[in-house]
């Protein structure tokens, strides 16, 4: 089936600084990868539509100045959380639709900023 | 937009028995229906789906259901086992062109053994 690689799993951060997560579709191509958002006991929550050459899509209320995505080739988007907050602190997944229509998700990492 | 709704948003069962949760999608564009298990601090997986032009499916204990006119599909999950402990989210989209999978609020699953 097909796969999704997210990096880096977990990373922790100083408050002020920025970063980068990686989606990597392994063995299909992906017009569209999306990024979510998942607090403790929740369930996933739409930030942005990233499209492959064009800019991203944000749901409302997500800060597109906060979190910059870039879809720089049909298998690699990425979400760099800038100026990042101990209330940046979450758990960051993304997911891609393969060929058949099936979204396949990242293995998410979590983020922890102190 | 679409709206799903999932319940219970916890559900306790005892090894061995069968656990049934329930979600309801507004849209009747609708058309395609994954459910997805995500074990605490991994990724959802997909475990099951089912599309519109079926009522019903099942994969060995597991098996999903579509009531495409009362707009509400459940997964049926038999002879549960500790390892079927998890979150369970239900979506609902169509398939191709730009929608993107609204999902449930999740149910947490407990098998006590």
């Known amino acids: 089936g097909a796969v999704v690689s997210q990096h880096p799993s977990w990373v922790i951060c100083k408050s002020g600084t920025s970063v980068k997560i990686e989606c990597r579709s392994l063995?299909?191509?992906?017009?569209?990868m999306f990024w979510y958002r998942q607090f403790p006991k929740q369930s996933l929550m739409l930030m942005a539509t990233?499209?492959?050459?064009?800019?991203?899509?944000?749901e409302q209320g997500v800060e597109k100045d906060k979190f910059l995505i870039n879809h720089a080739s049909l298998t690699l988007s990425t979400l760099t959380v800038t100026s990042a907050h101990p209330e940046d602190s979450s758990f960051y997944i993304c997911?891609?639709?393969?060929?058949?229509?099936?979204?396949?998700f990242g293995s998410g990492t979590r983020l922890t900023v102190v | 937009g679409e709206n799903v709704e999932q319940h219970p948003s916890t559900l306790s069962v005892q090894e061995g028995d069968s656990a049934v949760i329930k979600c309801t999608y507004s849209?009747?564009?609708?058309?395609?229906f994954p459910w997805y298990k995500q074990e605490l601090g991994k990724r959802p997986q997909l475990i099951i789906d089912?599309?519109?032009?079926?009522g019903e499916k099942k994969d060995q204990r597991i098996a999903v259901t579509l009531n495409k006119t009362a707009k509400h599909f459940s997964l049926h999950i038999t002879e549960t086992q500790p390892e079927d402990s998890a979150v369970y989210f239900c979506a609902a989209y169509a398939s191709g062109g730009s929608y993107i999978p609204t999902f449930g609020r999740g149910t947490s699953l407990i098998v006590h053994p």
């Open positions: 089912i599309r519109s032009n079926v």
């Open positions: 849209d009747s564009a609708s058309n395609y």
């Open positions: 990233s499209n492959e050459g064009s800019k991203a899509t944000y």
């Open positions: 063995d299909f191509q992906a017009t569209t």
């Open positions: 997911s891609a639709r393969d060929g058949g229509g099936v979204y396949t």
